[in-house]
């Protein structure tokens, strides 16, 4: 075992000795020690629950016959951060929650791993660390929130814009607040959260229901406990993260992404992931990925169904076992059930096919996502094509052009913005933000305001999973970088061709040469701590924003 380094022989007694301080017995110490590595805190509802969680978890280790040994990780609400400073630390978090994971593993030689994430960066982070552990290692999240009534956490940021508009009342405002989040769990559309734990399951980390069980079923601690038996048996199995996330997997990720219309942060995280396996993903493969598979799925904010109507029409697995019948997927994949992809998914079927569609009937030939090319994102941008309206999937609009996140939602709320225009905010990029911040505010003021059929957005930062309409993030070379976005001026034609994966500045290059000698790109040099390094040795969006 690999905890025998820390506590086997006559010369680990002073080890033993400080295990024994804190009341584990011989025979636990001589059993294999598994890692609980669990994000709970007080601070964000996807995770006010994952005692409970990380209860059930160890009552499945005990069961078979290990010794869990909890410890935590941080974890950012995005939600809570968005719209001030506090979002620049929500991207960057990641490699701290990998980095300090590495640490505690590496310090305390645990034989296997369980992780317990549940919010936007923290299943990133934990998957970037499982991988440059590659100890045996499965993750069960806290599951997503119930939506009442068809409400989601996006419903009140829109009423946010509605209200500014006029359009409802302050007693309407506050409805909406006091029943869009009724309770723990992650939010409940297909935001990034959800994305990125139903994808866990599809790269094989995770047992079906990891991403779609809602928070406060008894069937998530049941699962729970499920994980915590199973990584026994993946430790006897010595079965580890790069024997499971192969370059296979990786591909049966996107591919599930694009039927369930996935967060564009996805798009960050599995490269990011990627990366740390050795296996490359880049943008022009998404767009291949995209084009070869039907969009079965329209959940939150692309449609009307959230996490627990998913879960009722079959889950991931059905999703799975749709695409895997019609050759889409690699079926020989390892899965966290410790047997094949096609072995895992074969009795997983839909059940609502008004929530899953049928492959041959699908919402769309191609994917929910979309990477776009041209003279504004020469290395390319990203877009949930699933949520955006079918009058915007070819746009060309005025640019009104904004350098910071702020200074674009004071426009929108004061009603500058009009039919036919583009928003443009930049130097919000991951060195030029620093942190590439979510904008969710933005987006949802528009669409709020019923304007999401007639204004674009465009960024260098990101956009929320919970997003919908022509926002388009991702954007690089970003404007800290010298890229095009920097030298947009108000008043200048943009055009965006979804379908053809375009998105162009009208304006020649020549002139854009000139205005490059001219316009003199702008640095946050007065950065201190953690976002001054973070900003010194990030790379681009299109790189996954990982960090040297």
Excluded: W
């Amino acid at each position: 075992m690999n905890s025998d380094k820390m506590k086997s022989g006559a010369e680990n007694a002073p080890k033993r000795a400080l295990l024994k301080a804190m009341g584990y017995s011989d025979e636990q110490i001589k059993r294999p020690l598994i890692g609980i590595v669990n994000s709970f805190n007080e601070v964000v509802p996807g995770h006010i629950h994952l005692q409970t969680v990380a209860r059930a978890v160890k009552d499945g280790v005990l069961a078979a016959g290990g010794t869990p040994m909890e410890f935590n990780t941080i974890a950012v609400c995005d939600g809570l951060a968005m719209g001030h400073e506090g979002m620049k630390y929500s991207l960057c978090s990641r490699e701290l929650i990998a980095d300090s994971i590495e640490c505690m593993v590496r310090a305390h030689c645990f034989d296997a791993l369980v992780f317990i994430p549940n919010c936007d960066k923290i299943v990133p982070g934990m998957l970037m660390a499982a991988a440059r552990l590659n100890l045996p290692s499965i993750f069960v999240s806290g599951g997503p929130m119930l939506s009442l009534d068809g409400k989601d956490l996006n419903s009140t940021f829109e009423a946010v814009g509605a209200y500014k508009a006029n359009q409802i009342s302050e007693a309407e405002l506050t409805e909406i607040e006091e029943t869009a989040c009724p309770g723990c769990g992650s939010c409940s559309g297909m935001f990034t959260a959800n994305s990125m734990n139903c994808l866990c399951e599809t790269l094989g980390m995770a047992l079906p229901g990891n991403g779609t069980i809602p928070a406060v079923y008894s069937s998530r601690l049941r699962l729970a406990k499920s994980a915590g038996m199973q990584i026994m048996e993946l430790l006897s199995q010595d079965l580890r993260p790069f024997d499971i996330m192969t370059e296979h997997a990786f591909r049966n990720a996107l591919t599930v992404d694009m039927a369930l219309g996935c967060s564009t942060n996805s798009v960050l995280h599995l490269i990011s992931v990627a990366n740390e396996i050795g296996v490359e993903i880049n943008l022009k493969m998404i767009n291949e990925v995209s084009e070869a598979t039907p969009n079965l799925c329209k959940l939150a904010p692309a449609g009307t169904h959230h996490m627990q109507d998913l879960n009722d029409a079959g889950g991931v697995y059905a999703v799975m076992n749709e695409l895997a019948k019609n050759g889409l997927l690699y079926n020989g994949a390892v899965m966290a059930t410790g047997k094949t992809l096609i072995e895992s998914v074969f009795d997983a079927k839909i059940k609502d096919y008004g929530v899953i569609k049928p492959f041959n009937e699908p919402y769309s030939k191609t994917g929910g996502l979309a990477v776009l090319f041209g003279n504004l994102a020469p290395n390319g941008a990203v877009v949930k094509r699933s949520a955006v309206k079918k009058e915007m999937l070819d746009f060309t609009g005025t640019a009104k052009v904004f350098d910071s996140e702020e200074e674009a939602i004071s426009s929108i709320y004061a009603g500058e913005i009009k039919k036919g225009d583009v928003v443009v905010i930049r130097y919000e990029g991951p060195a030029g933000g620093p942190g590439m911040r979510e904008m969710l505010s933005p987006t949802s003021a528009i669409a709020g305001m019923g304007l999401d059929a007639d204004v674009a957005l465009i960024t260098d930062g990101r956009f929320s999973g919970a997003t919908r309409g022509a926002a388009i993030g991702h954007i690089s070379p970003e404007a800290a970088a010298g890229g095009t976005i920097a030298y947009i001026l108000n008043g200048d034609k943009i055009h965006i061709d979804i379908q053809n994966y375009s998105i162009k500045l009208l304006v020649s290059d020549e002139e854009i040469e000139k205005r490059r000698q001219s316009i003199k790109i702008k640095s946050k040099d007065n950065l201190t701590g953690y976002l001054r390094r973070y900003k010194n040795n990030v790379l681009s969006a299109d790189r996954g924003a990982i960090v040297k």
